[in-house]
Every structure is written in structure tokens, then in C-alpha cells.
């Protein structure tokens, strides 16, 4: 059992649309945090949210912390090729991060 | 800035033999340092951390170990490789001795293992 789990597993879409991926736990974490991860590379830190409800954008990505701290969302407006990738969100647990099993997203042009 | 090097890339080995992956920190002083290993599907498994020389956490029982010489180097090793110790492994770093939201994990490259 895992204790993030993310949705969808795999999402191919054309470039230019918006899309939605989802972390979604039972458990409230204290901070969540996604990452990007390309082929071949280790995955690199997008964000952290800290505040229940909190809303942060990057660029064209909005993501939002849900207010019970359980879950989370990364929205991706007018999709980009080089948005491809997998995305990984992971949350604070004692020591150390819990990761969920990611999202694979394919941008095509 | 702060770097993280991990190596080799990619590493074919039979079953039984011996593994050692390093992963060396430059930049930074007494980081938290982790194993981290990547099945499909599976997201990352915490393999050890470490907040300090020659303190190891294990979070799974296996067939790896890992030792911490220096304050910025992190080494994943095996004395006998197994089929299922095939995979993608990550070396990362964070600051401070706890987790926190300002302390991110820092990602090596990986090292892809096949054990054949």
C-alpha cells in the first residue's frame, strides 16, 4: 500500500492543451513537494507547499495543496513539448520523503 | 553552488558479484544524504540515509548496505548481487538535520543497474 498515490498513471496529449494530474494520500503531510523527472536523469524539485489551500504558479503550472493537506494537483496550461516527463509529488513523513509513483506525461507536437 | 556526482551512469553486472555505487557532495557541509531506488510504476524507494559520518538508517531489508567515510560521500554496496537487485538507483542530498519544507532533496543522475 502506498501511501501517495497519483493519477493518472499515463497522459498523452497534443501540444497546447491543459491538463490536470492528481496526489491524492489518506495521510496529512506537513509539506508536499513535486518533481520533474526527464529519461536518464534524477528528478528536480518543481515546487513545495506548505499552507492547506495554499496556490503557487510556475509559468504556465498552477499548483495547489489541498486544504486538508491530503492531497494535491499540478495543472499545466497550454502543454509544451518539453513538458514531457515524468512528475512525482512527494510529502513530508518523519524523517524523511514518501513518494508516489508518478504521472507520465507525453507531450506530442 | 552546491553539486551532486554520482556514479557510474550505467552498470551491467552478473548475479553474485559485488556492487559499490558512490555518490559524492560538493558545495555543501554535513548534508543529509539518500539511496533511493526507482522500479516502474513504483515511484522511489528510500534504500538508507544517513544525517551524519557512519550513521545509517536502513528503511528496507535487503541485500544492499551503505556506509558514510566522509561527510560528503554516500556508498551503495552489495558483496552478492542478486536478479532483483536490478534498478534504477538515486543518489540525493537535503540540508539540515531534519526534514522540513525548505529542505528539498537534490538528485544525482542516477546509476542504471542491470544484474544479469
Known amino acids: 500500500t502506498q501511501l501517495l498515490e497519483q493519477s493518472p498513471q499515463f497522459l498523452s496529449i497534443q501540444e497546447g492543451e491543459n491538463l490536470t494530474v492528481y496526489c491524492n494520500s489518506s495521510?496529512?503531510?506537513?509539506?508536499l513537494q513535486w518533481y520533474r523527472q526527464e529519461p536518464g536523469e534524477g528528478p528536480v524539485l518543481l515546487v513545495t507547499?506548505?499552507?492547506?489551500?495554499e496556490v503557487k504558479k510556475l509559468k504556465r503550472l498552477t499548483f495547489q495543496f489541498g486544504d486538508a493537506r491530503k492531497d494535491s494537483s499540478l495543472h499545466i496550461t497550454a502543454a509544451q513539448t518539453g513538458d514531457t516527463g515524468l512528475y512525482l509529488c512527494?510529502?513530508?513523513?518523519?524523517?524523511?520523503?514518501?513518494f508516489g509513483p508518478g504521472t507520465r506525461l507525453s507531450v506530442l507536437p | 553552488s552546491q553539486t551532486i556526482h554520482q556514479w557510474p551512469a550505467t552498470l551491467v553486472q552478473p548475479v553474485g558479484s559485488p556492487l559499490s555505487l558512490e555518490c559524492t557532495v560538493e558545495?555543501?557541509?554535513?548534508?543529509?544524504l539518500y539511496w533511493y531506488r526507482q522500479a516502474a510504476g513504483r515511484g522511489l524507494q528510500l534504500l538508507f540515509y544517513?544525517?551524519?559520518?557512519?550513521?545509517i538508517s536502513s528503511e528496507v531489508p535487503q541485500n544492499l548496505s551503505a556506509s558514510r567515510p566522509q561527510d560528503r560521500q554516500f556508498i551503495l554496496s552489495s558483496k552478492k548481487l542478486l536478479l532483483s537487485d536490478s534498478g534504477f538507483y538515486l543518489c540525493?542530498?537535503?540540508?539540515?538535520?531534519?526534514?522540513?519544507?525548505?529542505?528539498?532533496?537534490?538528485f544525482g543522475n542516477g546509476t542504471r543497474l542491470t544484474v544479469t
Open positions: 507547499v506548505v499552507t492547506g489551500g
Open positions: 512527494a510529502g513530508a513523513h518523519g524523517q524523511n520523503f514518501v
Open positions: 558545495g555543501t557541509s554535513n548534508p543529509n
Open positions: 495521510s496529512v503531510f506537513s509539506s
Open positions: 540525493a542530498w537535503s540540508v539540515g538535520i531534519r526534514i522540513s519544507y525548505n529542505s528539498p532533496l537534490h
Open positions: 544517513s544525517v551524519g559520518i557512519g550513521q
